[in-house]
């Protein structure tokens, strides 16, 4: 905060929370029309105001599959940008898609990896999926080879891009309007990506959901992989407890 004396930081993130897109213009000197952004606040479902995952999983016993991706995201900026892991359970009878794990942070290539098969053992993740391309693909192959190796077993599908990604994650958008695809209200970063998608900053996690979704609409089942709900014998991870990414929290959305 330059002028704590002026505007302290609760108040500035009261103002964020509040009207972001005031926020953006008028401290941030980012203006956003909101008439260019593709997903509607007012259009996006979030399923676990209403329950809780385990809730979730009772309610539709025996009809739900886990599925995943991963954007690494390596050296795409100075820095480097997020990599995100996204978690969707798919109602097998509905089709319904909901967002379960929105994890987006900076995070080297093994720590990945370990993130991954954690969430392979926590939730029973019928498929998991990751982009067609030489880093990708060696990393997939690490995946398979240190999950076999303590006996997880992933099962990794390699993903091709045959369109422009703002395209791709733009196809979503009916599927938020319809509520055939509902979302996590402690998926902060994910939400924010949305709300000014494609005009923010970063879109790794969008990038993500949206081959997370590819890979829920073309899975049918016949595997038998079921998802009984999260695994209470497995530990949380950070983000299933609530709190932000490694350099940070997560930003706050309604």
């Known amino acids: 905060v330059l002028w704590p004396e002026c505007k302290g930081f609760y108040e500035l993130m ?37 329950e809780t995952q385990e809730e979730l999983f009772d309610r539709r016993a025996g009809k739900l599959a886990t599925l995943g991706t991963c954007d690494p995201s390596m ?88 369109a422009d990604k703002t395209a791709r994650i733009a196809s979503l958008q009916p599927l938020v309007k319809s509520g055939f695809l509902q979302f996590s209200m402690r998926s902060h970063q994910l939400l924010e990506e949305m709300r000014f998608f494609p005009r923010g900053n970063h879109d790794d996690g969008l990038d993500a959901l949206e081959m997370a979704v590819r890979i829920a609409r073309d899975y049918g089942g016949d595997d038998g992989l079921i998802s009984l709900g999260p695994s209470r014998d497995i530990p949380d991870m ?17």
């Not at 980012?30 to 399923?47: M, Q, R």
């Not at 509905?94 to 994890?103: C, E, Q, R, W």
């Not at 490694?246 to 706050?252: C, I, K």
């Open 14 to 50: 009261k103002k964020r929370e509040d009207d972001p897109v005031s926020f953006q213009n008028e401290m941030q000197n980012e203006p956003i029309n909101p008439a260019e952004c593709h997903f509607g606040e007012s259009e996006t479902i979030l399923w676990d105001k209403k």
């Open 75 to 162: 050296g795409k900026s100075k820095r480097g940008d997020p990599s995100a892991i996204i978690l969707l359970a798919k109602d097998m009878e509905t089709g319904i898609m909901y967002v379960l794990v929105a994890d987006i942070e900076r995070r080297f290539p093994d720590k990945i990896i370990d993130d991954i098969l954690a969430y392979h053992q926590k939730f029973r993740i019928a498929k998991f999926g990751m982009e067609k391309v030489q880093f990708q693909e060696y990393l997939a192959d690490h995946l398979k080879k240190i999950g076999n190796a303590r006996g997880i077993y992933p099962v990794v599908e390699a993903l091709s891009q045959t």
């Open 238 to 254: 950070p983000y299933d407890t609530g709190s932000g990414p490694g350099d940070g929290e997560f930003n706050s959305s309604s």
